[in-house]
């Protein structure tokens, strides 16, 4: 089969791989006929991430039907059209038991905090993922769902990761009845994330970046306020004018590590980006929120070098909270919301990529080129 494969930092390659093949009775293989990138594969593609090894497949965005199931499978049956959850989990431990599908106990080897994930580094697992034309999904009962047939095949695979994450973001940031919402990143997962705090209840919801059209999709799609951060002396002081002096009620960090490859080297200048193994988006959340407020993580990161200002946060009594989503738990809501005509995730899709020129694909998306959004990748069988 074909098949993205990483060769090291910023360089990729589509290649022939051996098909996945059932190796436990409760694996299923799916082929792939939607897969996305990520903004979290720029993590992995820059060479942020450990244990990231040449070969790998990324993507944990993907969406297929079945063409194999294992001795075990009940739920699952050949032809079914399935979501794939980016989480991969056990369904049984400790952790899944209580919904934390994304701390599963019993399927990474490599850590203890995190569970596994479709094709994001042998440090959560080394599962392979989605960039490609066929992929093994283990825990095949567990894990994916059949396609309702009201959703639409894009709605789906935005469901899979980054949609869901965002609203993830916004249930963690324990949004109270006309609160004021401030999100960093105007990536999908902060889009995602700013569109949902009105459906939990913001009266406010204020959107920072640095890309003019990632603010103007802000607008248009989460009909947020926008602030450009590059152009503002001092981005802390800025969001404190525009709220009176005390701060946002939430804020949310959906930047993560890095968000186009180049590496912050002080971060007490606020006209840094938000980028390069450096807690500055996190670091300006806490500093923005009033006393007393929340702050939410949901930004992907790898290891850091510099300093979380939690003692700003223990003295201002903030509550953090942050997790990798837990995806399939979102679902049935989300799906009302699309149903009543609420949201409609793929509205975020801006580039279709034959997965034959997906290199193409990562470049765009890593240099912020020709106003993309989300990259959506079609295999070419």
Known sequence: MKAMTYRGPYKLRVENKPEPKIEHPNDAIVRVELAAICGSDLHLYHGMMPDTRIGHTFGHEFIGTVVEVGGSVERLRVGDRVMVPFNIYCGSCYFCA?????????????????????????????????????????????????????????????????????????????????????????????????????????????????????????????YAETVAFAQVGDIVRELKRMTDGLGADVAIDAVGAEADGHVIQHVTSAKLKMQGGSPVALNWAIDTVRKGGTVSVMGAYGPMFSAVRFGDAMNKGLTLRMNQAPVKRQWPRLFEHIRAGYLRPSDLITHRIPLDHIAEGYHLFSAKLDDIIKPVIVPAS
């Open 98 to 222: 209580r919904g934390l599908f994304s701390n599963c106990h019993n399927v990474n080897p490599n850590a203890t905090a995190i569970g596994g994930i479709y094709g994001y580094s042998h440090s959560t697992g080394g599962y392979d993922g989605g960039q490609a034309e066929m992929v093994r999904v283990p825990f095949a009962d567990v894990g994916p769902s059949v396609i309702p047939d009201d959703i639409a095949d894009e709605d789906a695979l935005l469901l899979t990761d980054a949609f869901s994450t965002g609203y993830f973001g916004a249930q963690l940031a324990d949004i109270a009845e006309g609160d004021t919402a401030v999100v960093f990143g105007a990536g999908p997962v902060g889009l995602a994330a700013a569109r949902s705090c009105w459906l939990m209840g913001a009266g406010r919801v204020i959107v920072v970046d640095h890309l003019d059209y990632r603010l103007q999709k802000a607008r248009d799609f989460a």
